[in-house]
Structure formats: C-alpha cells, structure tokens
C-alpha cells in the first residue's frame, strides 16, 4: 500500500460534516452573508448600548464593496449622542464584516 493509499484510507475514516467543513473556511476568511446579514443581526452587533436608541433605517452598496449606512435614533434628541459614538459604530460594524466594509454613516431623524 503506498503512502497515497493510506491518506485516502485516513480521509475516510474520518469524514466531516458539510457544515464543519464551511464553517471553517468561513471563519478562515472572514465573510459575512450580506448586507441582510447585518439588519437581521443589528442588536447583537451593536450591543444593548447602542441597539436601544438607534435602529438600522437603509443600507446601500457601493461598488467598492463598502456600505453606506442610514441610523435612525429612537428620539431625535439621541442624534447628537449617536454622531459622537459613529466611530464605535462603525468599528463594530467593521469588526463583524472583517474588514472596512462601511464607507459613509449618517443619521436619519
């Protein structure tokens, strides 16, 4: 038996799931489903600090890959305070994606 024969033989008894195989390379490289991704995991991304008086309103991409992202504050009067956390937001949202994936924020009263 070559050496060829016992890899194969290894391989076989040893067999993976489809999804411990995908989810490795997923977390190898990094990638994220899509923008959608992103609304539907909103809270969790942004924590309990930010998630309770900011929502996500839009999201557009651009053809660099990068998203512009349209916050909308539970009140008007946490506009101010959300442009002085945009920075932790969008270090969080860069975070989740794995790389500068947001190009422009702004807030949406």
């Excluded at 923008?35 to 839009?58: H, P, V």
């Excluded at 994606?97 to 807030?107: D, L, P, R």
Aim: aromatic share 8%; hydrophobic share 40%.
């Amino acid at each position: 038996m070559s050496n060829q024969d016992k890899k194969l033989n290894t391989r076989l008894s040893r067999p993976q799931t489809i999804a411990g195989a995908l989810g490795g390379l997923i977390k190898i490289f990094g990638v994220r489903a899509s923008d959608s991704d992103l609304a539907n995991r909103w809270d969790e991304i942004m924590g309990d600090d930010i998630a309770s008086i900011a929502k996500l309103a839009a999201i557009k991409k651009n053809r660099d890959n990068t998203f512009n992202i349209v916050i909308r504050p539970a009140t008007p009067a946490y506009a101010l305070q959300l442009s002085y956390q945009s920075d932790e937001i969008i270090k969080r949202i860069n975070k989740y994606f794995g790389y500068n994936a947001v190009g422009k924020i702004s807030f949406r009263k």
